[in-house]
């Protein structure tokens, strides 16, 4: 029931209607108190009579006066909130209201002058501490009435820049009807206010600007220069949240570049990353990334791709699938059913998402200098270092490239990949060990290839220190023939792939992968005696995520059945490398020491930053698989199994530690051993091996590969060195290295850290 408004206007001003002839109905009355809520009870409980009661009047006039307070209440209470929310304002802009009233006083004063000209004279000049003063107080109000000061003064945006335009008019079309209206300043010329307004205008945008960008520069980290590179594919506000992120080093990413949907803004620049083209040209976007000199590590799709052409974007896809680059979609920061993990399960965790740590880059074009036009010869072609090979390879546009692999079915799977990505490559896979001396030969004479990478290798430590004759046969035996084969036909350089497992060994595959280092070393340096051009060079890193037989992909089944996870201890830590940037390095390794020609008989070692606690890799699957570590998922401790020690090392205690140079990457160069005695040695082990003498073969590998079988002190752990200086003298690194080992393993026991702990 609505009130009328007779009773409207009674309530407000009793005199408006003669009280002696209206007076509310029953209607009217039970309307008004149900909209006020104000003395019902009483109202109800007088009795309607013909006659105007004075029960009755007496009723009304206490409704009538508490509707009254109640309206003074609201708007008292109106009142002070907005006159707190104004000081809260000033609070937070003091800087802001300022320099906007420096600003308003500066414009009075240049537009009086400017608008004088040549006539600005005494009169002028005693007009503007008036006109200034007038400006200030009609603008400010204004200025705090429009809500200028409800904006923080770091988020300034155009929309709010053009907010000013509105209130800055009205100041001064006030500031003219005060001055020159009322004939008061009518010494100011008109055009004053024009100029005024515009000043006003431009000095309130400036002081904005001029806030916002120093934030920005205050408060901006130092955007680091080893983010992973990607390119977006799609151009609007994700991107536009998504490069600001980057660009204040908030990302782990570093975006090189944008491809458009449209064809007119190629070659543009979007917050300074250079769009490379559009989505549906995309031959010309591939060929830009292909000549430049740094390769994306993956797409990054702004939008789903239905929103993308569709020939585009298949295209796309399948060049990035080919190269290695993964295509990811950016998730929507609208959608409210993000969780912390990203939908991610344990079958979709990329193992690049579990490294901690920058990957490294490298320099695209020296690769592709090295390796274009060349004949590449690649054992081991199916494994995951192999298999990368192959394809980062066939990437640089090599002449033709020869496959060496023991494994049928691992044969198949990179044919496919060479068949489906690089069809333009010439291949040539042979199902062949590198144990088989003369058919490697064969090979090798056939193909005449210019560089060899020896990837081939029995590398589970347990399953070698089970079968330690095996070992021998492929890491010692089958790398002594692939290299006596590459020395046969001459090729330009020979790589042999080692691992970290081969420094201060306690494991049967750590040791022939040492005695292969000794071997390649040994090969070098034979070059250099006898000027033959042939290099030979032994790349050494450690633990490759996501590679067959790794940590990785044992965590995803594990994870995918419920768990438990299987760690050996708590205390057990190694080095990690992606298989992509392991092969990048190992190439530009190759490509740099064929420029080196005074260096013979070095080894380059990867950096792989700091070594990660297996127990800390597992919590973090977890936790990206949407899972509470020790809750959902437990994980269980087995012990160290036979041959595996609790920390790997990059450099032996024995070797020499120099720089190689370049980024990513250092040099060891360890007491080589003699080749008469090394070839004595490799025939004994040869013969013990094929006969299956196991007792024979530990005693051949302990006899030449020092320090394997004897206890290592933990002080002798050597890292990799930083690249601004390093120790003086090796009294200091184990010093430096002490206090680390010390510091991370105080609790553990005793003897962890020799050789089984």
């Known amino acids: 029931m609505q009130c009328s408004a007779n009773l409207y206007q009674w309530c407000i001003n009793p005199t408006f209607i003669d009280p002696r002839w209206y007076f509310p109905s029953p209607s009217e009355l039970t309307g008004f108190c149900t909209c006020k809520h104000a003395m019902i009870g009483r109202v109800n409980s007088c009795r309607w009579e013909n006659g105007r009661s004075q029960s009755l009047r007496s009723a009304w006039g206490i409704v009538v006066m508490q509707a009254n307070l109640e309206e003074l ?25 300022v320099a906007d009233a420096v600003a308003i006083a500066l414009s009075a004063s240049i537009a009086v002058v400017l608008a004088s000209g040549s006539y600005f004279s005494a009169v002028e000049r005693a007009v503007v501490p008036g006109f200034v003063l007038t400006a200030l107080l009609v603008t400010m109000p204004i200025l705090f009435a429009s809500g200028f000061y409800r904006r923080h003064r770091h988020s300034t945006t155009m929309p709010g820049m053009l907010a000013l335009i509105p209130g800055a008019t009205l100041s001064v079309i006030l500031i003219l009807l005060l001055t020159r209206g009322t004939g008061w300043m009518y010494q100011l010329p008109l055009t004053t206010f024009p100029i005024m307004l515009i000043s006003m205008l431009l000095q309130f945008v400036g002081v904005r600007v001029i806030a916002r960008t120093r934030e920005h520069l205050r408060n901006r980290p130092m955007a680091s220069a080893d983010g992973l590179p990607v390119v ?53 976007v591939i060929r830009r990334l292909t000549a430049s000199g740094q390769m994306p590590r993956r797409l990054l799709l702004t939008k789903t791709v239905t929103h993308f052409d569709r020939d585009g974007i298949e295209t796309l896809s399948a060049w990035a699938e080919a190269q290695g680059i993964k295509v990811r979609m950016l998730r929507n920061l609208t959608d409210d059913d993000a969780d912390i993990t990203g939908g991610a399960t344990a079958a979709t965790i990329d193992p690049e998402d579990v490294l901690t740590r920058p990957q490294k880059t490298v320099e695209m074009r020296l690769l592709r200098e090295t390796y274009r036009g060349q004949k590449v010869l690649v054992t081991g072609a199916g494994g995951s270092i192999g298999s990368e090979l192959v394809r980062q390879i066939a990437s640089l546009d090599p002449a033709e490239i020869v496959l060496i692999e023991n494994s049928e079915f691992n044969a198949y799977q990179v044919d496919r990949l060479l068949a489906r990505h690089f069809p333009d490559v010439p291949r040539k896979l042979h199902l062949c060990c590198i144990r088989d001396r003369v058919h490697l030969q064969a090979i ?98 450690g633990n490759v995520l996501g590679s067959s037989g790794s940590l990785i992909p044992l965590f995803q089944e594990q994870i995918a059945r419920g768990g438990p996870l299987t760690v050996t201890h708590p205390d057990m830590e190694r080095y990690f490398m992606t298989i992509r940037e392991a ?34 890799l597992a919590e973090r699957m977890i936790r990206m698989a949407g899972k509470v570590p020790g809750e959902d998922i437990k994980i269980d401790y087995i012990g160290i199994r036979p041959g595996e020690k609790l920390f790997e090392e990059l450099f032996d205690r024995n070797e020499k530690i120099t720089p190689a140079g370049f980024a990513g990457v250092s040099c060891a160069i360890p007491h080589p051993v003699p080749i008469s005695r090394l070839r004595a040695s490799l025939l004994q082990l040869e013969q013990a091996a094929r006969s299956g003498n196991a007792e024979a073969v530990r005693k051949g590998l302990v006899d030449l590969v020092p320090g394997f079988g004897d206890e290592q002190p933990e002080s002798d752990v050597r890292p990799f060195p930083r690249p601004v200086s390093r120790p003086s003298n090796r009294g200091q690194i184990a010093a430096a290295q002490t206090a680390r080992r010390d510091e991370s393993h105080a609790n553990s026991d005793p003897g962890r850290g020799k050789a089984f702990a």
Not at 76 to 89: P, W
Not at 469 to 478: A, D, H, K, P
Not at 584 to 612: S, Y
Request: aromatic share 8%.
């Open 73 to 97: 209440r609201r708007y008292s209470g109106a009142a002070t909130k907005k006159l707190r929310f104004n000081k809260s304002e000033l609070r937070s802009n003091r800087k802001l209201v």
């Open 444 to 541: 090798f004479e056939e193909h005449q290839p210019d560089m060899v990478f020896n990837a081939a290798a029995l590398k589970h430590v347990p399953l070698v220190e089970a079968n330690p004759c095996e070992g021998v046969l492929t890491n010692v035996i089958g790398t002594r023939n692939v290299s006596d084969a590459a020395r046969s036909v001459g090729v330009r350089a020979f790589v042999q792939v080692s691992t970290d497992k081969a420094v201060n060994t306690t494991n049967i595959m750590g040791a022939t992968k040492r005695v292969a280092e000794f071997y390649c070393q040994s090969q070098d340096l034979i070059s250099r005696d006898t000027g033959c051009d042939t290099r030979f060079f032994a790349v050494r890193f």
């Open 583 to 616: 092969v990048e390095l190992t190439l530009v390794a190759a490509a740099q020491g064929l420029r080196m020609n005074d260096d013979n008989g070095r080894i380059f070692v990867l950096d792989m930053g700091k070594p990660v606690r297996i127990v800390d």
């Open 232 to 284: 977006l594919v799609g151009l609007d506000a994700t991107s536009d949240l998504f490069i600001r992120a980057a660009f204040h080093g908030l990302s782990k990413y570093r975006v090189i570049g944008i491809i458009d949907d449209s064809f007119d803004s190629t070659d543009l620049l979007y917050h300074g990353v250079p769009i490379l083209g559009s989505i549906r040209n995309p031959a010309a």
